[in-house]
């Protein structure tokens, strides 16, 4: 645990260090995003904010290879090397299109590529876990098609949720804690993953840089993450899941559903982004408009309307988050899938703050306007006193 400690407190003290340095340099060379229909936010913004979230997670890899603490992880070269070759061809592909409009074709063949410089390095997904089936190896030709996929869908899932102050950075902060618990508990029941594996130091690389980011870019934010970014988180959390769930034929017996199955590790933790792309892309084929073209009926835009402001909006569904992720934890670490009934409970509390928290508030400023004294007449002016 020292090691992760010294590799998120890296990655932290970076980000948080370079944000406020690239909000000055977006300032001088224009680099804002400005408000529009489409946007929530109402004054002009830098959103040169991924070149410091990458900026954080490469420090804190280099640090996990200085410390000594992760040798295995660093023992072969071709791992390490396509997360970070990866990881520049993604945020180099996001930081074009915040300079100057990107299409979307060019945009997914960046991502391809990214996925693709992860397969040929060795962090791919030969082995998938079916539930009540067992363990399936793929065949050698679809293990880069799946990879690929997988990079594209995540780093896809992400941008589209990167609509609010915070909440980006928020979710995937919150997901790879849980992906890095998920990842000790499987090093520590028996060796199930073996300790060369780098999906755990992935997930300790993200936690750090989203954590330094997020006091610059909560409501109301400093700096925008940007496509940079976004993408970039996207490439983390797959790499990070396909290296702890898709690289180990190890069979696990009597313990819950994510020992057998755990590439579904993120279609749960990271369920608030992929149930708003899945819908997105439904919403977008029924009304046959393009499925690039922006909108504003993702999740955080209902809640908006709904009655939340951006702030409440956000930890409701940093809320959904967490609960997906304990959702995930607490039978893992408990070996019963029954442990997961106390979740009910913030469950229905959050539904219920979640539909009704905007009429009590509005239920409580209606009573303090009737509380108030009513207004009186302006005081009159005093004149000098007779003598």
């Known amino acids: 645990m020292i090691g992760y400690v010294a590799v998120i407190g890296a990655a932290f003290l970076v980000?948080?260090?370079?944000?406020?340095?690239?909000?000055?340099?977006?300032?001088?060379?224009?680099?804002v995003d400005r408000p529009d229909t489409r946007r929530v936010h109402s004054r002009p913004t830098p959103r040169l904010g991924g070149a410091a979230i990458v900026s954080g997670f490469l420090v804190g890899f280099g640090v996990a290879?200085?410390?000594?603490?992760?040798?295995?992880v660093f023992r072969t070269i071709a791992p390490p090397l396509g997360v970070v070759l990866s990881t520049l061809t993604m945020y180099l592909v996001g930081q074009l299109d915040d300079l100057r409009d990107v299409s979307a074709p060019a945009k997914t063949a960046g991502s391809v590529l990214s996925g693709s410089i992860l397969a040929v390095s060795g962090v791919a997904v030969p082995f998938f876990r079916v539930p009540f089936v067992g363990l399936v190896a793929l065949p050698p030709d679809l293990v880069p098609l799946i990879t690929v996929l997988w990079v594209v869908g995540m780093a896809q899932a992400v941008n589209l949720i990167d609509g609010l102050d915070g909440l980006a950075a928020g979710v995937v902060g919150i997901a790879s804690g849980a992906v890095l618990m998920f990842a000790e508990h499987l090093d520590n029941a028996g060796s199930i993953i073996s300790d060369d594996n780098?999906?755990?130091?992935?997930?300790?690389?993200?936690?750090?840089?989203?954590?330094?980011?997020?006091?610059?870019n909560f409501h109301p934010a400093k700096i925008f993450m940007g496509d940079a970014g976004?993408?970039?988180?996207?490439?983390?959390?797959a790499a990070a899941t396909i290296a702890i769930g898709g690289n180990t034929d190890a069979e696990v017996r009597g313990q819950t559903f994510f020992f057998f199955a755990p590439?579904?590790?993120?279609?749960?933790?990271?369920g608030v982004p992929i149930i708003d792309t899945?819908?997105?892309?439904?919403?977008?084929?029924?009304s046959r408009s393009g499925l690039t073209i922006a909108d504003k009926n993702h999740l955080h835009h209902r809640l908006i309307r709904l009655g939340h402001g951006?702030?409440?909006a956000v930890l409701i569904l940093w809320g959904w988050t967490a609960v997906l992720s304990g959702a995930v934890l607490v039978p893992v670490y408990t070996g019963s899938a029954w442990s997961v009934l106390p979740l009910i409970v913030p469950v229905i509390g959050l539904c219920l703050f979640t539909w009704y928290a905007p009429a009590w508030q509005n239920r409580r400023r209606e009573r303090a306007a009737a509380a108030a004294p009513p207004a009186g007449p302006p005081p009159q002016p005093v004149g000098p006193r007779s003598r």
């Open 15 to 31: 980000t948080f260090a370079l944000t406020p340095v690239m909000v000055r340099l977006s300032w001088r060379f224009d680099v």
């Open 65 to 72: 290879w200085l410390t000594g603490e992760f040798r295995p």
């Open 198 to 216: 780098i999906g755990a130091v992935i997930a300790a690389c993200v936690v750090g840089a989203c954590l330094g980011f997020l006091p610059w």
């Open 230 to 237: 976004a993408l970039t988180l996207g490439l983390w959390m």
């Open 263 to 270: 590439l579904f590790l993120p279609l749960v933790i990271l």
């Open 278 to 286: 899945a819908w997105s892309l439904l919403r977008r084929a029924r």
């Open 310 to 312: 951006q702030r409440r």
